[in-house]
């Protein structure tokens, strides 16, 4: 069965700063896809990015960009520019396809210093 | 805004009793996919729908069903409450079953007294 670690339970920063948030995951399969969500207190689930594993680039969206290493199996988060806003759990998911839905780590609670 | 509702937003009820969990996919969306979110278990995947029938299945409780309706609309069941049932319910769709980005619903909140 596939695992999805993260190993920062909190991670704070200043406002403006960059920080990566960490993620590892265990699988046998050669093609599937990574996707960190971001949920504020509101409870609600957002998309940040997702990473197809075919791809060497690494995917990047705005303020947001991965570090994606198949072979270690890493999956890093980089928030720069962090604002207010970013404050919220941040979770690292894994989809295989087939007959299976997504794996969640344990998540990252991001805080942000003014 | 996903475009996936949930209703109802909270639901408070007592043990042993049955609730249903009610949701809408974005529009095209064929597939719909449960999860539960617990202080104990965190995330999990529970169950997916594709287009009416059964896709898969993860860590659901035998006490627990679903189905998707022709309208693609789906219910989550649960019934025989006990506590440890208390937990943030989500739903999410995607255009098909496999390796497209998945869609998430505000939430149920489900409090089991």
């Known amino acids: 069965a596939q695992t999805v670690t993260q190993s920062q339970p909190e991670m704070s920063v200043q406002e403006a700063e960059t920080v990566t948030l960490s993620c590892t995951y265990d699988t046998s399969e050669s093609d599937y896809y990574l996707f960190w969500y971001k949920q504020p207190p509101s409870r609600q689930m957002i998309l940040v990015i997702r990473?197809?594993?075919?791809?060497?680039q690494n995917a990047t969206e705005n303020r947001f960009s991965v570090n994606f290493q198949k072979a270690a199996k890493s999956f890093s988060l980089k928030i720069s520019d962090s604002q207010l806003g970013d404050a919220a759990m941040y979770f690292c998911?894994?989809?295989?396809?087939?007959?299976?839905?997504?794996?969640f780590g344990k998540g990252t609670h991001l805080i942000i210093q003014p | 805004d996903s475009g996936v509702t949930q209703t109802p937003k909270h639901l408070i009820t007592a043990t042993g009793q049955r609730v249903t969990l009610r949701c809408s996919p974005r529009?095209?969306?064929?597939?719909v996919y449960w999860y539960q979110q617990s202080l104990d278990q965190g995330l999990q995947f529970l169950i997916q729908?594709?287009?009416?029938?059964?896709?898969a299945k993860g860590n659901i409780l035998e006490r627990f069903s679903a189905q998707q309706f022709p309208d693609l609309h789906s219910e989550l069941n649960l019934s025989s409450l006990e506590l440890g049932d208390s937990a943030l319910y989500f739903c999410?769709?995607?255009?098909?079953?496999?390796?497209?980005?998945?869609?998430f619903g505000p939430g149920t909140r489900l409090t089991v007294l």
């Open positions: 529009s095209g969306d064929l597939s």
């Open positions: 998911a894994y989809y295989g396809g087939g007959a299976d839905g997504l794996t």
């Open positions: 990473q197809e594993a075919y791809k060497q």
């Open positions: 999410a769709s995607n255009r098909q079953g496999a390796y497209l980005t998945q869609y």
């Open positions: 729908y594709y287009n009416g029938e059964e896709r």
